[in-house]
């Protein structure tokens, strides 16, 4: 079992940058994928971004160019780096750990970009 805790969401306005954290309970293996997928009122969990231990990144279509996905593999941390935010990007992000034998999320943190 996994344990993820996130941090990092807030308040910002359009145009503006945010910088999410989540932090592992255990050592993330390099089996283990990383990443963040959020999801806003009404509507289905999106991906957002995922990372492997080797650096290899996916992006969803919607963020891709404006967020940036990173992993501190000895802090057992991912985080997400999110510039040039829009209104659209408004909801709850979350964190995600996964291999081909488990899947464990994080609570969730709550972005809002609003003028």
Known sequence: QVQLVESGGGLVQPGGS??????????????????????????????????????????????????????????????????SLKPEDTADYYCNVHSSNYNYWGQGTQVTVSS
């Open 18 to 83: 945010l910088r999410l954290s989540c932090a592992a309970s255990r050592t993330i293996f390099s089996i283990d994928v990383m990443g963040w997928y959020r999801q806003a009122p009404g509507k289905q969990r999106e991906l957002v971004a995922t990372t492997t231990s080797g650096g290899s990144t996916n992006y969803g279509d919607s963020v891709k160019g404006r967020f940036t996905i990173s992993r501190d593999n000895a802090k057992n941390t991912v985080y997400l780096q999110m510039n």
